[in-house]
């Protein structure tokens, strides 16, 4: 069963950086341009810093609903962002900060509100691990998914394909922007390191329903399990 859009309509709301921007995300556009992949000097990441957050102020910057209409929701912005092109393959530093808000305005529900964080980079990560927008979308079909609350202190809901491919997982505020502040870094590492074992992220996303409130931050991401060689042992790695 797939989110039905047919009393949607869909309106463009922000196309460039500037006061849509997070402050983090504002840090990292005034950084050193990022290098071109083969000007880089190495392929290690640099140090990034993270605010240690409390457990208890994550859980509730998690999404307090997370229903069958949360999840139709999701996948109707994914099916907008999915089916965008782009003029080129260059990017320019502008692209790691730059995010796309749309409205979907839909009867009788609340307007929708949307938001792509630095789409074209996304999509060049995409291509670069072999991923086609139409093959996510196809992967993330409603019938094709299982939904669950993590087990963890962060109180995250996770969305799995059931061909086993893609997760999807709520994030919180800083979790997102400390993302999309690596990301200029992050991009030049998996260039230079292909094989690595760091999660490939596909996609980071914001959606929120005006008039009801509530925030829904998201990120799209590869499932390790997805091997066509028989698991023997699984672990569970931890950090504190």
Same mark, same amino acid.
């Given at each position: 069963?797939?989110?039905?859009?047919?009393?949607?309509?869909?309106?463009?709301?922000?196309?460039?950086?500037?006061?849509?921007?997070? %402050?983090?995300?504002?840090?990292?556009?005034?950084?050193?341009?990022?290098?071109?992949?083969?000007?880089?000097?190495?392929?290690?990441?640099?140090?990034?810093?993270?605010?240690?957050?409390?457990?208890?102020?994550?859980?509730?910057?998690?999404?307090?609903?997370?229903?069958?209409?949360?999840?139709?929701?999701?996948?109707?912005?994914?099916?907008?962002?999915?089916?965008?092109?782009?003029?080129?393959?260059?990017?320019?530093?502008?692209? &790691?900060?730059?995010?796309? %808000?749309?409205?979907?305005?839909?009867?009788?529900? %609340?307007?929708?509100?949307?938001?792509?964080?630095?789409?074209?980079?996304?999509? %060049?990560?995409?291509?670069?691990?072999?991923?086609?927008?139409?093959?996510?979308?196809?992967?993330?079909? &409603?019938?094709?998914?299982?939904?669950?609350?993590?087990?963890?202190?962060?109180?995250?809901?996770?969305?799995?394909?059931?061909?086993?491919?893609?997760?999807?997982?709520?994030a919180t505020g800083p979790e997102r922007d400390f993302l999309w502040e690596m990301l200029p870094y992050y991009f030049l590492y998996i260039r230079k390191n292909p094989?690595?074992?760091?999660?490939?992220? &596909?996609?980071? &996303?914001?959606?929120?329903?005006?008039?009801?409130?509530?925030?829904?931050?998201?990120?799209?991401?590869?499932?390790?399990?997805?091997?066509?060689?028989?698991?023997?042992?699984?672990?569970?790695?931890?950090?504190?």
């Open positions: 069963m797939s989110p039905s859009t047919s009393s949607a309509s869909v309106s463009s709301t922000t196309g460039t950086t500037g006061a849509s921007v997070p %402050q983090t995300v504002k840090r990292a556009a005034s950084k050193p341009e990022p290098l071109p992949v083969d000007d880089a000097s190495d392929g290690r990441l640099p140090a990034v810093s993270a605010t240690p957050s409390d457990p208890q102020l994550a859980h509730r910057d998690q999404p307090k609903i997370f229903d069958e209409n949360t999840v139709r929701d999701i996948l109707c912005g994914l099916s907008i962002t999915c089916n965008r092109t782009f003029n080129d393959d260059l990017l320019v530093p502008a692209d &790691y900060s730059y995010s796309y %808000q749309f409205k979907v305005r839909r009867v009788p529900q %609340q307007l929708l509100k949307f938001k792509d964080f630095a789409p074209k980079v996304f999509q %060049q990560i995409r291509q670069f691990w072999g991923v086609d927008n139409s093959e996510l979308l196809h992967s993330f079909g &409603y019938d094709n998914l299982d939904a669950i609350r993590g087990e963890g202190k962060s109180g995250a809901f996770f969305i799995f394909t059931r061909d086993k491919r893609f997760i999807l997982k709520t094989n690595t074992l760091l999660p490939r992220f &596909y996609g980071v &996303y914001s959606m929120k329903h005006e008039g009801i409130g509530g925030m829904v931050r998201f990120v799209v991401m590869n499932n390790v399990f997805a091997t066509p060689s028989p698991l023997n042992e699984v672990y569970d790695l931890k950090g504190s």
